[in-house]
Each structure stands twice: as C-alpha cells, then as structure tokens.
C-alpha cells in the first residue's frame, strides 16, 4: 500500500545494464620487480614466443671472515652454487651457462633497476670466469633442492683471494673490488630454472702445528669453506628479454576473433577502456541518488594450451589505471578498489552446454562509484574511455584471507582472454543499480 501511495518521482527502481569495453595489446618493455626467486634460461613456445631470462647479483661479504693468526691459507677453488625448487619446460633439455664477472659498474642498494637493463653497463663480458652445460635432471641432488654447481677459473681463483683483510672488513671496498656477476644461459630453449638461491662457496685448508700428547710436533689440516650468498643485503636483478614481441603482436592482430594475452615475466598485458562517461550518463538521473548494486566486469579465457609442456594459466590478474600502475608497484601499493581490483581464475559449469567456462571476475562497484562521485562533486565530465591495464600478479594472503602484498609475476605464466569485440565471450560490464 506505501509504495502504491508514492508518486512514480519517488519511487525506488533497480536496473540492469551491460556496457562494452575497448580493448587493445599493452607490450611491456620492462618491470621493477624484486624478486625472491629468479629466472635463468631461454623458453620458446609458438603462442608466446621466446622468454630469455638471466642474473646479475652481487654478493655480500661474510660477516666474520678473519684470517687464523700465523697461518698460511692455501686456496683450493671457488664455486657458483644456484639452488633451484623447481623448472619449468623440459626437463633433458640442456642449457649451457655462462657466468662473467661484472667489471664495469654495480648496483645501487636503493636504486630500483628495470627488467630489461643494458649489460653493458656492468660488463663487457671481457671476463669468463666459469661455464657448464646442464640439464635439469644431472643437477646436483641436495636436500629437498637441487643445485647447479658450476667452479670457477683458477685465474678468478687467484684474484678474488688476493685481497687484504681491510677488503673483507669494509661492504662497499668489498663490492668495488667484486663488483657482482653476470650469470647467462647462451645455448637452449626449452628449459627454464626457477632460482632461490644464489651464493659462492670459497674452499681453502691451512695447516698449523700443534704439540700431542708425548710432546712431539702434530701438523694440523683445516679444510674450510666459507660462502658469499647473493642475498637481500645486496642487490640481484633478473634481466627478461622477449626478442620476437613484435611476431606474436602480428599473429594476435590476424587472429579471426579478437583476442590478447596476458603474459609473464614483462611480456604483454592488455589494456582496457571502461565507457564511464557513457556509464555514468546512463546511470546517473537528476534528482535521484544512484546506489551501484554490483558492477562485474568478466574476462573469458579464449583459448586453453594443452600441449605437454604449456605455461601456467595466471593464477591473479590485477585490473588497474594506467596511470597508477609504475606507481603500485614500486611503492608495493596493496588494492583499494578505487584503483586497483584483483580478479581470480574461476572455473564455473555451464548449465547449457554442460562444460566448464573459466574466466576471471572483477568488481568494479567501488571504483564505478567513486569515479561517478568525484565527477559529481568537481562538476565535471568523466572521460569518454578511462585507461585500465590488467597485469598477471603473485598475491599474498594473511589471516582471514586479506591480501598482504601483490607482486609482478615473474615466473612463467601465460593466458589468452577475449577481448572486447570476440564474437562469442566479448569482455563486457554487467551492472545492477537502485535509484531512489
């Protein structure tokens, strides 16, 4: 009977609408990233193209490296140990790396370095100081990782133990006198280390003398080794190179259906074009107030990679400006809806055709009304298209399923999402919203 009393002007209405998005490839020269695993090797596959990934990591100096007093210490080699978790690609597929000695510069602390920094600012590859082709499964077995040791030169060797104990005592005499290496895979394109750990290992022995039990001369043998970790005291960078982009870009233009790629590490995202000007003149009336119900954005997968060896489908994609993106992430920003939004990888049965849909879903309530609000308040019109990015992330959960760090994916990952115009799964926004 109330509502029967009000006047149609006061009434309360709920609407649907569904609203098209511009898409377009988004290429990624580079990222910042700070890694806590890297990636070395080359990986091909005809969908993605070519991934090249190698290492540039100084190493700290032990903490309490001292030389025994009246002893002479007698080196015996010197080891590149890179411990690895995991791989990805084939795994008898061999790699040949090569390792050189920065010799021109090495990093700043608080410097952030990109993806796709120039190695010729830190070597000119002049010194080879070790080498050794691998496969994934001859690497050296230890613990619950495996290990690729590679021994370095005797010439490094003699060089890097030459130096006086006021070298070990000081971080920064350390680091100009080892400036860092350059660890490379030069041969290979079907296997992928995942690396978490990076270090030297110095083996030496001394010898001393000592008096045994009947007072007679007792010469004593030492035999020592002392690391030198690449650890989150000094810097490493993990260089990603994508020499064939702009191949894969022709291929997706040609594609009869409009699709993109959301790819990893720093290959290429998709950009999106929210119509909000369209949205808010639609959804906005005078005199009324407009409350955003729900606001879904979905993103289909166009395609599923069955091949044996296929990159993992991004388990996170991050929706976020354009504008804010370099921003997020080099201040480790978190989502706050109004920016940034995640979307998951969701699997959902299909009633009709009996068969599983996989998409990821954003909820773009928030961000909508808050774009509408500012707009509302300065007077002002929205931007016929707003420029938004989706990125493939990492994302960390603590208690109660918050969300406590978001990072670049840097491993290797890969999806194929329709885009704006696909005939079939076309990325759209569907909205439901009250006025009253």
Known sequence: MGSQLLPPSDQMTVNTDTFTVRT??????????????????????????????????????????????????????????????????????????????????????????????????????????????????NALIKGDSTAIAIKLSSDFLKRFTSAGPDIYADENKFLDFFKGLHITADFGSATMFYINQIGLEYFHHYTYTTKGSAGQDTLITVNNVIPFPANDMVRQVNRFLHPDTTEILNNLKSSPKQIHQVSAPANLFTKVQLPLRAMHKKMESQNKRTFINSARLRIDIAEFDDAKIARPVS?????????????????????????????????????VTNEYDYYYEFDLSRLIANEFLTANHKNELLPEWSDFVVVPVRVSYGTNNVVTKVRHQILMNGVTIAGGQHPDKPMLIRTIYSKF
Request: aromatic share 16%.
């Open 315 to 351: 388990a996170s994609l991050l929706l976020i400006k354009e504008s804010a993106m370099h921003r997020f992430f080099a201040k480790k920003e978190l989502p706050n809806d109004t920016v940034s939004i995640i979307g998951t990888y969701t699997p959902t049965l299909n009633s």
């Open 24 to 137: 377009d490839n988004y290429v990624v020269p580079y990222i910042y990233a700070y890694p806590d695993s890297f990636l070395l090797g080359t990986f091909y596959d005809q969908k993605f193209g070519t991934t090249h990934a190698d290492i540039f990591a100084q190493v700290e100096k032990p903490a309490k490296y001292v030389y025994p007093d009246s002893v002479t210490i007698t080196p015996d080699s010197i080891y590149l140990i890179m411990y690895y978790k995991k791989y990805f690609g084939d795994k008898y597929s061999p790699m040949h790396i090569s390792v050189y000695e920065m010799n021109k510069g090495t990093f700043n602390y608080t410097t952030a370095y990109p993806s796709n920094l120039n190695p010729a600012a830190y070597t000119d590859k002049s010194i080879l100081i070790g080498q050794k082709s691998v496969t994934a499964v």
